[in-house]
């Protein structure tokens, strides 16, 4: 079923804390308080534990591109789409947080597609871009700013060697409503397929979760996640959503080291 405009607007609006409409009107930060990313997603950008190491959620690596008054707080979770994201309370959880002057980070599709499941199944031209809104009124009612992010590409080659794409509409739906709304829009999809065809079939599964028991063409190790929070980053920048002095290391190289993966919670 289809939202309309009025029930995202209205669902937007009725997040805020009481008292939270008069004051989360301005687009600039408090004075001295470090403007946050916030990350809302998927399995690809998820922070990850020690029991599924080496996956590497890109999310966990974008802070190494970000100066310290950037923080990044990944609420990206395995297995959410844009809806079962938002039905199980995890955008409220987000826009209880948010500040004036912050970052959303939106990006959805890997299990938007999964059709036989209606607790996460969207249609990209209808219920997607919907649930998209949401996002985007969410933090614009609270004087942050949102930015869409197409899903980042799996791992597929046809058996000419060429990447292919494998999310169907999804991105030219987010893309569509970008304009729509006026947000910005970081075409991650575009990039990690350009960065995987230069890499080629062989050599994605450096970036891949390739290990001797999974070949697992979806989720990234150390290098991939690196080099995904790298093209995030660069984008922020080149979109001018972050300033200069807002990254780092853009160029530099970045040890696999800097990775670590906490304790599984219970």
Known sequence: MSL???QVATAAVAALPLGGAATATPARASSGRPRTLYIAGDSTAAQK???A??????GMALPFFLHKDRPVA??????????SF???GRLDVILASIRPGDFLIVQFAHNDEKTTDPTRYTEPWTTYQDYLRLY???????????V????VERRRFDTAGNAVPSHGDYPAAMRALAEEEGVALLDLQALSLALWQKLGAEGTKTHFNWTETEQDNTHFNPPGAIAVARLVSTELLRRRVLAPRDVR?????????????PPATA
């Open 49 to 51: 534990f020690a029991d």
């Open 4 to 6: 309309t405009r009025r």
């Open 74 to 83: 990944n609420h990206a979770v395995n297995g959410r789409s844009s809806k």
């Open 249 to 261: 290391r853009l160029d530099a190289e970045i040890p696999e080291s800097w990775i670590t993966w």
């Open 148 to 151: 869409l992010l197409t899903p």
């Open 53 to 58: 190491a080496p996956e590497t959620g890109w």
């Open 136 to 146: 985007v009124d969410g933090a614009r009612v609270r004087g942050a700013r949102p």
């Open 86 to 88: 938002v039905d199980e």
